[in-house]
């Protein structure tokens, strides 16, 4: 299984982006989705989450501003994120739960400037 996203770039302070990942292949179980992200100097951590039954969780610093959801029928998770601040600047990854193993794609850039 390969996840591949896209959608990252450039957006001004207060601005948007959408971001999609979708899992190719067939014949599998995705449970949990979710969107990562690895800000510059610091560790890896969720960005949101979205269950297999379409529950979505987030971290306090995003609430509000991003939006998971996805597709089950395509496979697919999206984040929406609004009102993107330059601390959001980073590399995202999906990650999804395939077969009870994590698979990760290679991440998309997401640069906000002030």
């Known amino acids: 299984v390969q996840l591949v996203e896209s959608g990252g770039g450039l957006v001004q302070a207060g601005g948007s982006l959408s971001l999609s990942c979708s899992a190719s292949?067939?014949?599998?179980?995705?449970?949990?989705m979710a969107w990562y992200r690895q800000l510059p100097g610091k560790q890896r951590e969720l960005a949101s989450l979205?269950?297999?039954?379409?529950?979505?969780m987030a971290p306090n610093s995003v609430k509000g501003r991003f939006t998971i959801s996805r597709d089950n029928d395509k496979n697919t998770v999206y984040l929406q994120m609004n009102s993107l601040k330059p601390d959001d600047t980073g590399v995202y990854f999906c990650?999804?739960?395939?077969?009870?193993?994590?698979?990760w794609g290679p991440g998309t850039q997401v640069t906000v400037s002030s």
């Open positions: 990650s999804a739960i395939v077969e009870r193993s994590p698979s």
């Open positions: 979205i269950t297999k039954e379409g529950l979505p």
């Open positions: 292949g067939s014949g599998f179980t995705i449970s949990n």
